[in-house]
């Protein structure tokens, strides 16, 4: 399925010049891998104190982007300058999935709890269900149509339609549903994928 995971070469080529300056200058995949999750954390905490004012949801957009790039930019320090390492893949995994939660949680403030949960959840399954892929012999599957990048745009545009003020409210639960739904698609595509691989 397509996901927005396939423009990510084209990311990455604009992010090699920082990258290489990165690395020259002694920066760690590691060190990029913790403080994307920091940040998202810290980001998580903000939204959760004040996210009853509309204005500070225009925040996430810009966390979400800066995430992107940060882990964009530990792939490629870690693949092409050589430091990947185990832990480093225990971190990228176990960062992924608590940055998700810390940024996406806040939205239970705003509508439906148990629907923002379960998208939450859901995103969870969809990463563990890429990882286990590898347990099978496949490769680590990045499928869509709902994957990280896919729900960093749906609930970035999600938080900005909030942060400028558009009366959203009634479709919230909604829009954050479908994104539950096309989660669980993402964890099934994935597991199929993984099993066809697998059998090859």
């Known amino acids: 399925m397509p996901s927005i995971y396939q423009i990510k070469p ?25 403080a994307a999750a920091a940040m998202s954390v810290a980001a998580g905490i903000a939204l959760a104190l004040y996210g009853e004012t509309p204005r500070v949801w225009l925040l996430l957009p810009v966390i979400l982007f800066v995430r992107m790039a940060l882990n964009a930019i530990d792939g490629m320090l870690a693949r092409e300058h050589g430091q990947k390492s185990p832990l480093g893949a225990f971190l ?74 558009l009366p959203i409210q009634p479709w919230l639960a909604y829009a954050i549903g479908a994104v539950a739904l096309l989660a669980a698609w993402t964890v099934i595509n994935r597991v199929r994928a993984g099993l066809a691989q697998a059998k090859k």
């Open 10 to 34: 084209r990311f990455q080529a604009l992010l090699r010049p920082l990258v290489r300056a990165l690395a020259a200058g002694g920066v760690t995949a590691n060190e990029v891998t913790l």
């Open 92 to 165: 990228n995994e176990l960062c992924d999935v608590v940055s998700d939660a810390a940024l996406y949680l806040p939205f239970a403030l705003v509508v439906e709890p148990v629907i923002v949960v379960l998208a939450v959840l859901l995103s969870a399954l969809t990463e563990m269900a890429g990882v286990v892929a590898l347990q099978v012999g496949a490769e680590r599957r990045y499928d869509g149509p709902m994957g990280k990048s896919d729900r960093a745009f749906a609930f970035g545009l999600i938080a900005f339609l909030m942060g400028i003020g």
